[in-house]
């Protein structure tokens, strides 16, 4: 639905009768903070898990663990209706935290460095003020593990997180410090990227550096691959279409005066879909085999596809817009935000119409440190309106429903 001048409709909000408790920013900011001292990386959420549960049950929700290995999943049934899914990621990263703050991380070498820790803290406050709510409908809070190596979100579904009852639509929130806190980021269609990753084995005929033409020389093939791997975005993608091709590791040799016999290349392809997402796979292999036989060495590609473009649906973008606009205002809520990071929430939404919404965590009056950066922190007021966002969210979704 456009509007006159061409812009979406955004539709007029149902009348909310759900009475919700306030926002308890202490409690959000608590457990946020708890949370980020004691960061677990991908499906070793063991503490993180526990507390989940607990709290969950504690409120009343019927609970089961070891979903998707570490996820948790509380569901509270309503008596008709629809079923909504909310979706908490809650995996660390492995980044040593450089901050000097009270709640600083406590273990060596792990940190809550993307925001994963809020989003836990949203989630369960959000599952607090809905417990306490009458529902139209039924909810299910999807608290998953390992989004930061692609592998949860299927792990989830896979242990049926959509299923009895089958899940009607889905809604996510990333913190996000590339926007100010106060603003709320949300557009339909692909906001994320897909995400693969190669790994190229050269292998030549090593020797000693003083005689080249005795050897197959794996370096400088790889060098070469680097660069023709660069005209994929420029030359062979169509410049409609987004991508990014970026080899991010190169491993070869020991020794300044030995040729070494083989050389190792990783990256990662980044798309938003399309015929550049397509032919990608092609592309990498008959790139790498076409130059490493035109210097006489053969090579080996492992190709991976890990997440598709996450794609927020057009209705449901809407109502979550609509909601966005009554909570931050008109004007804070900023159409076209989007990334070449990936996120696998777009599993979730791959099979059930949603949103993905990025709430602005960037702290006022100082540069953000980007996410998964030793110095990443949140503005803590984030948490209200991400908390906030998805709780009308989903009222707005149930009473809409009726
Ligand atoms: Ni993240």
């Not at 949300?186 to 050897?215: K, N, W, Y």
């Not at 070494?260 to 798309?271: D, H, K, N, S, Y």
Request: aromatic letters at 6%; a neutral charge.
């Amino acid at each position: 639905m456009r509007g006159v001048r061409g812009e979406p409709v955004v539709p007029q909000l149902a009348r909310v009768t759900v009475t919700l408790p306030p926002v308890d920013r202490a409690a959000l900011v608590a457990t946020r903070r708890d949370l980020h001292q004691h960061p677990e990386l991908g499906f070793e959420e063991q503490r993180t898990s526990t507390l989940i549960a607990e709290r969950l049950r504690q409120l009343g929700y019927a609970v089961r663990t070891a979903v998707g290995k570490t996820g948790v999943l509380a569901q509270r049934d309503g008596a008709a209706g629809r079923c909504v899914l909310l979706r908490a990621d809650m995996d660390a990263l492995p980044v040593e935290e450089a901050n000097d703050v009270p709640y600083r991380s406590k273990h060596p070498g792990r940190m809550h460095a993307c925001g994963h820790d809020g989003h836990v803290a949203i989630g369960l406050e959000v599952a607090r003020r809905l417990h306490a709510a009458y529902l139209p409908g039924s909810l299910k809070l999807a608290f998953q593990p390992a989004e930061e190596i692609s592998y949860g979100a299927e792990a989830m579904i896979r242990d049926g997180a959509l299923d009895g009852p089958t899940v009607d639509a889905a809604f996510g929130i990333h913190l996000w410090n590339d926007l100010p806190t106060g603003t709320i980021g949300v557009m339909p269609g692909a906001v994320m990227a897909s995400v693969d990753e190669f790994e190229i084995t050269i292998l030549g005929r090593g020797g000693h550096a003083a005689a080249p033409h005795q050897t197959t020389d794996p370096v400088l093939i790889a060098a070469h691959i680097v660069t023709g791997l660069q005209s994929l975005v420029s030359r062979r993608r169509n410049p409609f279409e987004e991508g990014v091709v970026s080899v991010t590791q190169l491993n070869a040799g020991h020794a300044f005066n030995v040729i070494p016999g083989r050389a190792e290349l990783r990256g990662t392809v980044r798309t938003f879909g399309g015929q550049f997402f397509e032919h990608a796979p092609r592309l990498v292999e008959q790139t790498t085999q076409g130059i490493a036989a035109a210097f006489g060495a053969t090579a080996e590609v492992r190709y991976r596809r890990l997440t598709a473009p996450l794609v927020n649906d057009e209705r449901m973008t809407l109502l979550m817009t609509g909601v966005a606009r009554n909570i931050v205002g008109r004007e804070r809520v900023i159409a076209g935000v989007r990334t070449m990071g990936g996120e696998d929430m777009s599993f979730f939404l791959a099979k059930v119409p949603g949103t993905f919404a990025f709430v602005g965590s960037a702290p006022p009056g100082k540069p953000a440190s980007p996410h998964h950066s030793p110095t990443f922190d949140i503005d803590e007021e984030a948490l209200v309106i991400g908390a906030e966002l998805l709780t009308r969210t989903v009222v707005e979704y149930l009473e809409s429903g009726r």
